[in-house]
Structure formats: C-alpha cells, structure tokens
C-alpha cells in the first residue's frame, strides 16, 4: 500500500497514530499533580517535536544515507523562516504560500552551497558547511539587516502591505496566520477529570507533513536513488574507479535534505511569525547532528525519536528551577534538603546540558546505533523469553 512494503507500512502508521494521540500520550499526569512537570502534551512543545522531527528526517537523508556530515544545515532553518516571515508580510497569512517559498528558497540555497562544499569529503566537507552556515549569520546580523532585521529578528508590523489580505484586523492587532481561515494558534482543550488535552490546529498541520515527509524519507531510503547513496557511504572511492560520476547523487542529497530543514524553518515562522540570526548558528547545526545520532542514524524513525527526546529534555528539565527542587524535597530535613538540591540543580535548569550529555554518552556507548537499537534489543530479548517459555511448554513432561 502506497508503494510501502509490509514493515515500512506499519512504521507509518505507528508514526501516524504517535500523531494523532500525543496530546493523550504526552500527558500522562493530572495537572494538579507534583509530576505535571513533565507533561509535554502543550502545542508549542508538540509542534516542536513534529518540526524538528522533520529537521532531523531530512538531515538523516544527507548523513544517514551517504554518510556526509554537514554543520551548516541551520542555514537553511533560518532561511527557510526569513522566506515564510516575508511572504506573511508581503502576500498573505495563509501559510501554504510561506512554506512552499521556504522550501524553495531553502533548495536553492542548498543548491549553492552543496556545489562548493561537495568538492571536498570528510572533515573539509563539514568545515565548509560550518563556514557557510556560520558567514550566513553573520550576513544576518550585518550586511542583510533590511532583509533581516538584524539582531532583532523579523516579525510582522501594522504597516505590511501584506497584498491578498489586511494588513491590520479590525481590534488593530495584526493577523494571525492561518491555513483557509484555520487559525495556527487556534486550540480545543478537552478537560476528563484532573487531565486537560489540548488539540491544536497548528501542531497537526505540521504533523501532517512530519508523516508526508518521513513518507518520502521511506520511499527514499527504498528506491534505487538510495540504494546508491548507500553505495556513496559504503565505498564513495571504489564507485569512481568504476567511472561513475558521485557527484550528482550526493549534491541531490544534499538539495532534498537542505529542502527539508527549510520547510522545518517555514514551519517554525509559521506557528510564530518570528525569525531571528539565531536559527542559523553552529549550535542549531550541532543540535540536528545529536538528534541524528541519538535516534539512530541511517534508521527511518530513530531521527524523530531523537528530535523529540533532545526538545523534551530543553523544555522540560531546563524548567525545573529551585521553587520546583524544594517543592520535591521539601520533606526533608533543612540540611539534606538543601545538600539534596544542591547536587539535582547542576543537572536540571540551566545545567540540563549536563544531563543530555551524560546520556549521550551512555547512548553512544552501550547503544551505538541509537534508541532504535535500544529498542530493537529489548524486542530481541521479549522473542527469546517466548521462544524459550513455548520450548519449555513443548517440552514432554519425564
């Protein structure tokens, strides 16, 4: 179905249904409880997952594929938000016409600087996309300041000219985006008991193309196009003394990935008319890279999964200030509380750093393919537990 095998199939749909349920999946805890801390079933925080999942996905199709590290695909991110940001302030608030030009723009960024970096491999390769992503900023914060803004990023004003819809609404307040009249922002809260879901039209717009874009990951990752990025990856060197010509295939890698992080971009302006030099720095770049590796690069979901456990841990942990470590400890006596807090506060709000990296490192030895592979073991062992529990069962009695 849809030109998917059997796995790939239901693959999607687990990702579909991971979709659809979130706003149940990531609220397990009342609201009222101690531990609604954790709960991550808010639209902004949802749509985040879905829009760096699709980062991630098509970051995953460069490196996962032909084993190219890129440091500059940030770039894209921001140009993909300053192209949705203009098309808002110049044509319309509907936000087809901001992503398609974000993936465009995005594309033809990638085109130019795929051209030049894929000259070289390896560690030159990364170095000029780093170089590239890096002048970009600094383009952004300088020379480009009536494209950009400057350091105080572009947003929208009362005074947009804004062709095919109001510049103004009729409070004086500036229009909202929407897609045919479907307001991004707007959210359904559904309250059962002491949990309350939120259902909003912004995150499953951009879940909606997370599932169209792994689609085409998988069909990518399936056809020979990738067969021979694989190729690429596997022995890049043996291809050429063959007299095949790499080059096209890597740099249409590179294009489809690029477009990816672009619609990531429009996507991010989309939910909020906001875009800043910020988005196209290095760490934005290092950020994709850990979500690659972390999920499982080279794997079809492990880049979700990793997108959405790296934006968990920034959301969340990165809250937990001194007010919630007391509130936890609070039963403690005085001095072990405060020894108590002393050592959790370097781990959780602005040290959550400190415990991403700690499982990072944990990952990236005991699991070096990833949370996939985490899960696949843990699979494995179920299998062997059955396998052993009917052997036993088969087993004639003496």
């Given amino acids: 179905m849809l030109g998917l095998g059997k796995k790939d199939f239901i693959l999607l749909g687990i990702v579909a249904a991971l979709v659809l349920l979130a706003p149940f999946i990531l609220n397990p805890f009342p609201a009222d409880s101690a ?17 760096f999942g699709i980062f991630a996905v098509g970051f995953n199709i460069l490196f996962g594929l032909t084993g190219y590290l890129s440091f500059g695909h940030a770039a894209f991110l921001g140009v993909g938000s300053y192209s949705a940001v203009w098309m808002f302030k110049l044509l319309s608030m509907n936000v087809i016409p901001a992503i398609i030009l974000s993936v465009v723009v995005a594309g033809l960024f990638a085109l130019l600087i795929g051209f030049i970096s894929l000259r070289r491999s390896g560690i030159y390769f990364s170095i000029l996309t ?16 009536p494209l950009t803004n400057g350091e105080t990023g572009l947003q929208l ?31 359904t809260t559904l309250t059962l ?10 995150y499953y717009l951009c879940g909606a193309l997370l599932l169209l874009a792994f689609y085409i990951s998988i069909r990518i990752f399936r056809s020979p196009f990738g067969l021979m990025l694989r190729a690429v990856k596997s022995n890049q060197t043996r291809l050429n003394y063959t007299g095949l010509n790499t080059k096209p295939y890597t740099l249409a890698a590179f294009v489809i990935s690029g477009m990816y992080a672009g619609l990531a971009g429009g996507l991010l302006a989309s939910m909020d008319p906001l875009a800043g030099a910020e988005r196209m720095q290095w760490t934005a770049s290092g ?16 880049p979700v999964l990793g997108a959405g456990f790296i934006k968990y ?4 942990f990165s809250k937990i200030n001194d007010n919630v470590l007391h509130s936890w400890f609070h039963i403690l006596p005085d ?42 073991k843990i699979g494995r062992l179920f299998r062997r537990r059955d396998a052993a529990a009917k052997a036993t069962q088969s087993t004639p009695a003496e």
């Fill in 35 to 51: 531990l609604a801390q954790f709960n991550a079933g808010y639209p902004d925080l949802m749509q985040r997952f879905m829009i």
């Fill in 130 to 145: 780093l170089a590239f992503a890096q002048m970009s900023f600094n383009l952004a914060y300088s020379v480009l300041t």
């Fill in 157 to 187: 004003t009362l005074e947009d000219p804004r062709i095919l819809g109001v510049s103004q609404t009729a409070a004086g307040g500036i229009p909202v985006t929407n897609l045919f009249g479907m307001e991004m922002r707007e959210t």
């Fill in 193 to 202: 008991g002491g949990w309350a879901f939120q259902f909003n039209n912004g």
């Fill in 287 to 302: 950020e994709v890279v850990l979500m690659t590796i972390l999920g499982g690069a080279g794997t079809l979901i492990g």
């Fill in 313 to 316: 841990f920034e959301n969340i």
């Fill in 335 to 376: 001095s072990i509380e405060n020894a108590v807090i002393w050592v959790v506060e370097h781990f959780v709000g602005s040290g959550w750093h400190l415990t991403l990296g700690l499982l990072f490192m944990l990952v990236v030895t005991f699991l070096p393919g990833g949370l996939v592979q985490g899960g696949q």
